[in-house]
């Protein structure tokens, strides 16, 4: 049984090569393109709150 299942996910990663190797993958360095610039928004928003209770 263990090994019917090995076999079915070596043939399903074989097929499925095909179809990753066709699509490009930009996409998911546009998402963490905007994570950082969030992270960037944020920290710009704590550093001016900061500021503006110091003064």
Do not use: K
Not at 3 to 19: I, K, P, T
Not at 48 to 54: K, V
């Amino acid at each position: 049984m263990v090994a019917d299942m090995n076999r079915l996910e070596q043939a399903a990663r074989v097929s499925m090569s095909g179809f990753q190797d066709a699509e490009p993958a930009p996409a998911p360095r546009s998402s963490h393109l905007s994570l950082r610039l969030g992270a960037i928004a944020l920290l710009a928003a704590v550093a001016l709150t900061a500021a503006w209770q110091l003064f």
